[in-house]
Structures are given as structure tokens and as C-alpha cells.
């Protein structure tokens, strides 16, 4: 872990007035007030080709950057609006050009927005693709529905989901490298009675 936490954020929709971009960048701008260093990854300005196991290093865009800048960070946001149920797919491709060792112990904010009802699946297959990544995902999320009504003019309109994301924000720095911790302060074995 850096001295100073590194956190970066990652947004996965690629519209141009999004409001999912727009909360990563709160949450971050939170984790800074809190101490942390922060880079907000745009996926619009990744080359990010679907992900192919069998390509190499030249037709993998920019994937192998992605996930080095992934490995470097001691904690991230991971926001994505919920198409048809689910993540979106450019975030789903950004996290797949990422191995367990570049996510492994890293804690991990998850945001979902929706221009419906609660965002419930894309937050629970976020989480799922973390755990398997073997981050360590905190355990409160956020969910924005009707972002319709929640954002206005740039920024988030309603102050208490303006509150949790930046509690989000400020929870990922604060639990930055908790996955780490050394092993003096681990439980020690319990004896036992034969």
C-alpha cells in the first residue's frame, strides 16, 4: 500500500452527460477530502477491445494498461448505470482484462445507477465479479434509481444519495488496504483440547 492511498474510479457508461460518471467523480472527490490520491478512469478515452484471451499484448488495446493501473491502486470505485438487469458491458470488459493478481485484496466502493427502480442485479453481479477477482468489496453499496430525478445539471440533485456516495467515497479510503493488514493483528488460533 502507498504511504497515501491511491484510489481510482472507474465508470462504466459511455454516455456523454452520464450520471454514473458524475457519481465516481463525487465518491472520488470525497476519498481526496479523506486523504487519498484519486484518478477517475473514463472508459470513453480507453481503447478497449472485447476482451480475447488468445490475443496479445498488440491487439489488446489498451487492457494490459488498464489492469497495471488497476494493480497500482490501493482502492477503487466501481460505478456502472444497470443495462437490461445487468453491468455494462464496457465495464464488464474493462474488469476482464484484469487478473486476480491485479484486483486481489483491493477494497472496492460499488455504485449503480438506473433509470428505473433499484439497480438491485447490477450491484449483486458487481460484487460477484469483485469477489471472484478476490477484492474485497465494502460491505455498503449505492443504489441511484430513477436518475431521471436524481441528477441535475451535473452534478447529483438529491443530498442524501449525494450523502451515501460520498460516504462511499470516503469508506474506501478509510478501508484502503484492510485486506492486508499484517499478520500481528490477525486472531491467533484457538487452542485446542484433545
Known sequence: MHDTPHVIGISGSLRDDSGTRIAVQRALDAGAVAGAT??????REWDLPLFDPDAGEAESGDGPELAA????????????????????SPLKTALDYCSIDDVEGTTVGILAVAGGGFPTPALQHLRASVLELKGWP?????????????????????EDIA?????????????AGVAARPEELEQPELATGD
Open 38 to 43: 484519486t484518478e477517475h478512469i473514463d472508459l
Open 69 to 88: 493501473r488497476v494493480r497500482e491502486a490501493d482502492a477503487m470505485v466501481l460505478g456502472t448505470p444497470m443495462y437490461h438487469g445487468t453491468i455494462a
Open 138 to 158: 465494502l460491505p455498503q453499496d449505492v443504489a441511484i434509481p430513477e436518475s431521471w430525478a436524481a441528477f441535475e445539471e451535473g452534478s447529483i440533485a438529491d
Open 163 to 175: 450523502e451515501r456516495v460520498e460516504e462511499l467515497g470516503s469508506d474506501v479510503v478509510a478501508y
